[in-house]
């Protein structure tokens, strides 16, 4: 088993910033690739960026690529979303998900483990 916790989330006006954590725990070893979704009200989760743990490949939404920037610390088991330039459009629930086998991947059912989420709220 894979435990995931987020933190990091909070209330940022348009135009800022935050960095969103996922720390895992319990069979560490056992995943070779992290992914961050994110879930607003009334819409489906939807995928915003991949790592893969040993290569450090990274793979982007269109819709955050050059805003948001995925990457990890293996020594920690942490991961981390640092997002800048925030719109509204960006307020959700944000969720970290291991896989477990296989690289990067942009869905849902690709991934076994999920944390709880944390919310993420851009006023305008």
């Known amino acids: 088993q894979v435990q995931l916790v987020e933190s990091g989330g909070g209330l940022v006006q348009a135009g800022g910033s935050l960095r969103l954590s996922c720390a895992a725990s319990?069979?560490?070893?056992?995943?070779?690739?992290v992914g961050w979704f994110r879930q607003a009200p009334g819409k489906e989760r939807e995928f915003v960026a991949s790592?893969?743990?040993?290569?450090?490949?990274?793979y982007y939404s269109d819709r955050v690529k050059g805003r948001f920037t995925i990457s990890r610390d293996n020594a920690k088991n942490t991961v981390y979303l640092q997002m800048n330039s925030l719109k509204p459009e960006d307020t959700a629930v944000y969720y970290c998900?291991?896989?477990?086998?296989?690289?990067?991947?942009?869905?849902?059912?690709?991934?076994?483990?999920w944390g709880q989420g944390t919310q993420v709220t851009v006023s305008s």
């Open positions: 998900a291991a896989r477990i086998q296989g690289t990067v991947a942009v869905g849902r059912n690709d991934y076994t483990y």
């Open positions: 319990g069979r560490t070893f056992s995943y070779n690739a």
């Open positions: 790592i893969n743990w040993n290569a450090g490949v990274t």
